[in-house]
C-alpha cells in the first residue's frame, strides 16, 4: 500500500516542532522502532531548519513538506522558495555553515545523511531547495 501527506507552512522557527510530530505521526502507521522515528525526526528537524535559516533567513517564505511511503520504504521531500545553494556539495560538508554568526554547527547535512538511508539535494540559486530523503523501516543498518 502507498500513502502519502503534504504540509505547507510559514517559514518560522515553531514550525519545525510542527514539522517533526507530523512527520513522525505519519509514520508510525509503519511501526517504526523509537530509533527508526527519531533518526526520522531528526533529519526532518535539520532539512526544515535548513530551509527556515539559510533559504529565507528573515524573509518571509513557505516550506513544504512531503512524505510517501510504500511497504517499508519511506520518503520525506523538504523544499522551499527561497535563496538556493550556489555549491551543494561544499554546503554538505561538515561543519561548513554560511552563517557563522548563528553559532550554528554546519552539520545538518551531515546528520541528514547519518539518519536517513539516503539524502538527496537539489537546489539553484535565487530559486530555492529541494531535499529528498529516504529511509527503510525494519532493517537495522551493519555497522562499517
Known sequence: MENRMRLEFNAVSVNEGFARVAVSAFFAQLNPTLDEIEDVK??????????IIHGYGE?????IVSCT????????????SGVGI??????MEPFFTTKPELERSGMGFA???AFMDEVEVESEPF?????T?????GERKLEE
Open 111 to 113: 546528520f541528514m545523511e
Open 59 to 63: 524573509k518571509e517564505g513557505t516550506v
Open 127 to 131: 530559486k530555492g531547495t529541494k531535499v
Open 133 to 137: 530523503m529516504k529511509k527503510r523501516f
Open 69 to 80: 511511503y510504500h511497504g517499508n520504504d519511506s520518503e520525506v521531500v523538504v523544499m522551499d
Open 86 to 91: 550556489a555549491d551543494i556539495e561544499k554546503s
Open 42 to 51: 531528526t533529519a526532518v528537524s535539520e532539512a526544515v531548519t535548513n530551509s
